[in-house]
């Protein structure tokens, strides 16, 4: 898939499933340029897709997810670039963020507006098994955090058995 996804419910539910793709940046300038893939008030289940090669100037560009508890496992996430939070992944909230590949995603830029995170920016949710490398979070004030994971420091995000290493936050 050139371009990008959208992803939109009303409930909970977990029935819809985007299993087995590869979604890419299109020729769309970055100034304008969504998430990859963009989920709302949805609970999906996100499972071995490769999600690559974006850049915007949105939250989360390769997965972005609001209002929602997505399940996003066993997913390639790489050579991503927002100039905001969360270059691979932003949310779930309540969802689970498992075996997944996030690798050389990038965010930041924008000063005092973006917060880190150039792999996962997420809380209140399940972080586990992932292999998160190679991630960076650039900014060149304010303040830089996470280059691989920004929890919020919100006591109820579960980090487990991640290998988290070659992250930088600048």
């Known amino acids: 898939i050139r371009g990008s996804v959208l992803i939109r419910g009303e409930s909970g539910d977990t ?42 100037w949105d939250f989360g560009d390769g997965i972005q997810c609001w209002f929602g508890s997505a399940i996003i496992r066993n997913n390639v996430i790489r050579n991503n670039f927002t100039r905001d939070t969360g270059g691979g992944i932003v949310g779930p909230v ?4 498992e075996r997944n590949l996030i690798i050389a995603n990038r965010a930041g830029f924008r000063a005092c507006e973006g917060g880190g995170a150039g792999g996962i920016s997420a809380g209140l949710c399940v972080i586990r098994n992932n292999v998160i490398v190679d991630n960076e979070t650039i900014l060149y004030a304010c303040f830089t955090e996470g280059g691989g994971l920004a929890t919020g420091g919100d006591s109820s995000t579960h980090v487990i058995n991640n290998t988290i290493v070659s992250n930088s936050a600048k």
């Open 15 to 56: 029935t819809c499933v985007l299993e087995g793709f590869t979604i890419t940046k299109d020729d769309t300038d970055p100034l304008l340029s969504p998430s990859l893939l963009r989920i709302r008030y949805a609970s999906p289940l996100i499972i071995g897709n490769i999600i690559k090669d974006n850049d915007t």
């Open 94 to 97: 309540g969802g689970l963020i």
